[in-house]
T-cell receptor
């Protein structure tokens, strides 16, 4: 069964550095999402993406964040200048049609630690 | 505001006992609710969804609009049910999650 994949599984970075988290959605899916989960807190929506554009973003998704689909398979989340509070688990998800009530398929996550 | 509340951080039961994981929601509209499960070191995966009304791995959940609840139930817990369970609400395509409940099934 096809799965969403994410790389790296873990990343440690220094405060102020740029990081790029990578996701490969399921191949026939068209809608992509990033969520994050700070340790001990709930999973929070960051951004949704369709047709090379952001569909919706949360208050968390400020100017330090950006998303891109650089080629036909990858979907990336860039944090321009990391802060300590960006330390979290980042999940990518995808759906086929992006319609209401459609199941989102999640990747295994990237654990980001900012020192 | 749209919100999902799971009041229990940890639920510990013995094998064979009934399980009920609580979920309450706040949503101004017709909600679509999901239960996701995360087994140890694995990804979030869909357990069941309100609209399909099916039973997966013996779990069921009924939407109660009067009580704004979507509690997850299983009559007889198994050790392999031990995992983190998240209730989530679909808000125009983005998911709003509860805090999650860790279910621990003891032998």
């Amino acid at each position: 069964e096809p799965e969403v994949t994410q790389t790296p599984s873990h990343q440690v970075t220094q405060m102020g550095q740029e990081v790029i988290l990578r996701c490969v959605p399921i191949s026939n899916h068209l809608y992509f999402y990033w969520y994050r989960q700070i340790l001990g807190q709930k999973v929070e929506f960051l951004v949704s993406f369709y047709n090379n554009e952001i569909s919706e973003k949360s208050e968390i998704f400020d100017d330090q964040f950006s998303v891109e689909r650089p080629d036909g398979s990858n979907f990336t989340l860039k944090i321009r200048s990391t802060k300590l509070e960006d330390s979290a688990m980042y999940f990518c998800a995808s759906t086929q049609r992006g319609i209401l009530r459609e199941t989102q398929y999640f990747g295994p996550g990237t654990r980001l630690l900012v020192l | 505001a749209q919100r999902v509340t799971q009041p229990e951080k940890l639920l510990s039961v013995f094998k064979g006992a009934p399980v009920e994981l609580k979920c309450n929601y706040s949503y101004s509209g017709s909600p679509e609710l999901f239960w996701y499960v995360q087994y140890s070191r694995q990804r979030l995966q869909l357990l069941l969804r309100h609209i399909s009304r099916e039973s997966i791995k013996g779990f069921t959940a009924d939407l109660n609009k009067g009580e704004t609840s979507f509690h997850l139930k299983k009559p007889f817990a198994q050790e392999e049910d031990s995992a983190m369970y998240y209730c989530a609400l679909d808000n125009t395509g983005k998911l709003i999650f509860g805090q999650g409940t860790t279910l621990q099934v003891k032998p």
